[in-house]
């Protein structure tokens, strides 16, 4: 399980005092917790291993757009340590489908589901995340499944 690994990894960096990632491994847990109240509180059970795979990609997006805002700034410093934190947090994700996989994938789902046009974009969108949770930027996979059901 996800949990187990990100815990085990904490204690090995406490060992290693190794404070980048440590850090960087409390902030996932805290967000993980704070993700499981706000599940309880609506009466859900605590996060799967793929509702946390969303979340550690969400995590991802918000420190590549800090990235992307400390360039601008000329904060290089601020930069890199985002950087260092996508690092760690990447290596908790499977790997990353390549555009040629997910352009497959997307066929395969669109013929699956018998998606005809735009009103079956949600459908697809849906098996995807499904079936590829944490293997692919579902950003970039929606346009090109628009630019599919389109054509």
Known sequence: ??????????????????????????????????????????????????????????????????VELYDKGGRAELADQERAEIAVISAYLPKQMSDDDVKAAISAIIAETGAAGIKDMGKVIGALKAKYAGQMDFGKASGLVKAALSS
């Open 1 to 66: 399980m996800l949990r187990d690994d990100i815990n085990t990894a904490v204690k090995e960096a406490m060992k290693a005092k190794d404070e980048r990632k440590l850090s960087t491994l409390r902030m996932v847990n805290s967000t993980i917790k704070n993700a499981d109240i706000d599940a309880r509180g609506q009466g859900k059970p605590p996060l799967s291993d793929a509702d946390l795979l969303g979340l550690l990609q969400k995590m991802i997006k918000q420190r590549q757009e800090s």
